[in-house]
């Protein structure tokens, strides 16, 4: 099994999450301090993983970077300042492994073990990818000696689909559930969420 390296985007904290925000507002916590432990979380399943052997936080958001580095993560600058797919390319050309997955940065819920799993599906195929709990987003695109080529947005599991990717299934409940949402937020939480989500909404 290849080593990987991992490419997850951090937006600007003013512009991530809304939908999160009557959440915040209700609980009286900074909006801010949950998008980063969201983050936090995510990039420790990652850093943790065994198959993974790079973390990229892709950010110009200082605070997002700095969360990242302490957990052992590198950044790297934003420099295409284009949204979200152009970032995920830039991320994956400064790549340490040849083995390359974009990863969504709200995963709180995410194990390390469930992350090898998926990662051993896709090292199959030239480009795989994990859709959402609904069925329709992107959680995870992998790409081992290809391009990555990554379609985030509306309906990007179909997108992804469409440009190639296989479809990848299995039992990683964490992998699968993104939190954009209340309702989200709180199956994450059934699940078992990382420890700055848990001390944050525990």
């Known amino acids: 099994?290849?080593?990987w390296s991992v490419v997850v985007p951090a937006k600007r904290l003013d512009a991530a999450k809304s939908r999160l925000r009557p959440l915040t507002d209700a609980l009286g916590t900074a909006h801010a301090e949950l998008v980063l432990a969201l983050l936090a979380d995510t990039v420790a399943a990652a850093v943790s993983c065994p198959a993974v052997a790079d973390v990229v936080v892709v950010t110009d958001e200082p605070a997002a970077g700095a969360v990242a580095r302490a957990l052992?993560?590198?950044t790297v600058?934003?420099?295409p300042g284009?949204?979200?797919?152009?970032a995920l390319e830039h991320g994956a050309r400064t790549a340490a492994a040849g083995a390359v997955a974009a990863l969504s940065s709200d995963l709180?819920?995410?194990r390390p073990a469930e992350l090898a799993a998926a990662l051993a599906a896709a090292v199959e195929v030239p480009r795989a990818?994990?859709?959402?709990?609904?069925?329709?987003?992107?959680t995870l695109l992998t790409a081992v000696g290809t391009a990555l080529r990554p379609r985030f947005g509306p309906a990007s599991a179909e997108a992804h689909l469409a440009d190639g990717a296989v479809a990848l299934t299995g039992e990683w409940p964490g992998l699968v559930r993104?939190?954009?949402?209340?309702?989200d937020m709180r199956v994450?939480?059934?699940?078992?969420?990382?420890?700055?989500?848990?001390?944050?909404?525990?």
């Open 72 to 74: 052992g993560a590198r």
């Open 1 to 3: 099994m290849p080593s």
């Open 129 to 138: 990818f994990v859709a959402d709990a609904q069925g329709t987003g992107t």
């Open 82 to 86: 284009a949204g979200l797919n152009p």
């Open 108 to 110: 709180p819920a995410l």
């Open 77 to 79: 600058a934003d420099a």
């Open 178 to 183: 993104d939190v954009d949402t209340e309702a």
């Open 188 to 202: 994450a939480l059934g699940l078992g969420v990382g420890p700055r989500t848990a001390a944050l909404l525990g």
